[in-house]
């Protein structure tokens, strides 16, 4: 009689390292919501009630815009000291600066129409889109003798820039803090973590 041998696997093995590999990915996949969740949270509690965010709460032509003024505040702070008045935005507009020039990419970030308006020491430049869906109204709002850091490059906190993006599509009435909150008016913030390394090694 010959001999014969049969190998009997455990019963639901396949099965068992399958639940364990799934309820290891679902662990990861809370754990990344929790995070996600709470990062999200502690940024919004970081801003005021009539601020936003550059990175997380403006658009895709929003930030554009939001960025072409950061480089144009510089420009138009040197333009001031070198003659002692602040440009015009017929003067930016004849630079090229954007985004106060004319042209296809202006366009394309809702058109914007752009008034210099000046109040007691300082002077705002506002942008009214001629197409809110697109992007917000803006206003860059500088003081008319700003302080320089070393580099001789304007203080961020002596430049602020502000959205409108709720109500009819208007010129403010006023440019002090008090008054575009009042008009719903937002102060865009930039911020910057430990993730954006770019910034951290500029200071």
Same mark, same amino acid.
């Given at each position: 009689?010959?001999?014969?041998?049969q190998?009997?696997?455990?019963?639901?093995?396949?099965?068992?390292?399958?639940?364990?590999?799934?309820?290891?990915?679902?662990?990861?996949? !809370?754990? =990344?919501?929790?995070? +996600?969740?709470? &990062?999200k949270?502690?940024? /919004? *509690?970081?801003?005021?009630?009539?601020?936003? @965010?550059?990175?997380?709460? !403006?658009? =895709?032509?929003e930030? +554009?815009v939001? &960025?072409?003024?950061?480089? /144009? *505040?510089?420009?138009?702070?040197?333009?001031? @000291?070198?003659?002692?008045?602040?440009?015009?935005?017929?003067?930016?507009?004849?630079?090229?600066?954007?985004?106060?020039?004319?042209?296809?990419?202006?366009?394309?970030?809702?058109?914007?129409?752009?008034?210099?308006?000046?109040?007691?020491?300082?002077?705002?430049?506002?942008?009214?889109?001629?197409?809110?869906?697109?992007?917000?109204?803006?206003?860059?709002?500088?003081?008319?003798t700003?302080?320089?850091?070393?580099?001789?490059?304007?203080?961020?906190?002596?430049?602020?820039?502000?959205?409108q993006?709720?109500?009819?599509?208007?010129?403010?009435?006023?440019?002090?803090?008090?008054?575009?909150?009042?008009?719903?008016?937002?102060?865009?913030?930039?911020?910057?973590d430990?993730?954006?390394?770019?910034?951290g090694?500029?200071?």
């Amino acid at each position: 009689m010959s001999a014969h041998t049969q190998v009997v696997r455990p019963a639901g093995a396949g099965h068992e390292t399958l639940w364990v590999l799934l309820a290891a990915a679902g662990v990861l996949a !809370l754990a =990344a919501l929790v995070i +996600g969740v709470r &990062a999200k949270t502690e940024a /919004a *509690a970081a801003l005021a009630t009539h601020q936003v @965010d550059a990175r997380t709460q !403006l658009n =895709a032509a929003e930030q +554009g815009v939001h &960025a072409d003024l950061l480089v /144009a *505040a510089e420009e138009i702070a040197a333009l001031r @000291d070198s003659e002692q008045a602040m440009p015009t935005v017929e003067a930016l507009r004849d630079m090229g600066l954007p985004p106060f020039s004319a042209g296809p990419e202006a366009r394309a970030r809702g058109a914007h129409e752009w008034r210099a308006t000046p109040q007691g020491h300082d002077l705002a430049y506002v942008g009214r889109s001629a197409e809110p869906q697109v992007a917000g109204s803006f206003l860059l709002r500088l003081p008319a003798t700003a302080g320089k850091d070393g580099a001789g490059h304007a203080h961020d906190d002596a430049v602020e820039i502000w959205i409108q993006r709720e109500g009819s599509v208007t010129w403010p009435e006023g440019i002090d803090e008090p008054a575009l909150v009042r008009q719903g008016w937002r102060q865009v913030i930039t911020r910057y973590d430990a993730g954006v390394t770019r910034q951290g090694a500029a200071h």
